[in-house]
Nanobody, 121 residues
């Protein structure tokens, strides 16, 4: 069984910073792309950032120059450093990874349960 667990969410003031982390555990052979999504109440889930196995990154226009995604392959983790936070960043943040379980031939997408980020004064 593969499980993804997010941590680091919370309440911050506008202009503040948070670092989110997501760790995968279980019988894992490889992890391909890692990504962060977010979903605000009444809105669709949107892609925030992703990072490939080779370290290439992409960001949504709304977070470019403020957020940084990184990964630690030895720990099967993906991080999201969020700076200059705005109230519009308030959402539940979800991590996603393309995981190949140890005994499986192909990759499957796995999701974390989400962590709440609230930006408010």
């Amino acid at each position: 069984q593969v499980q993804l667990v997010e941590s680091g969410g919370g309440l911050v003031q506008p202009g503040g910073s948070l670092r989110l982390s997501c760790a995968a555990s279980g019988s894992i052979r490889n992890i391909n792309a890692m990504a962060w999504y977010r979903q605000a109440p009444g809105k669709q889930r949107e892609l925030v950032a992703f990072i490939t196995s080779g370290g290439s990154t992409n960001y949504a226009d709304s977070v470019k120059d403020r957020f940084t995604i990184s990964r630690d392959n030895a720990k099967n983790t993906v991080n999201l450093q969020m700076n200059s936070l705005k109230p519009e960043d308030t959402a539940v943040y979800y991590c996603k990874m393309g995981v190949r379980p140890y005994l499986n031939l192909g990759y499957e997408d796995y999701w974390g349960q989400g962590t709440q980020v609230t930006v408010s004064s």
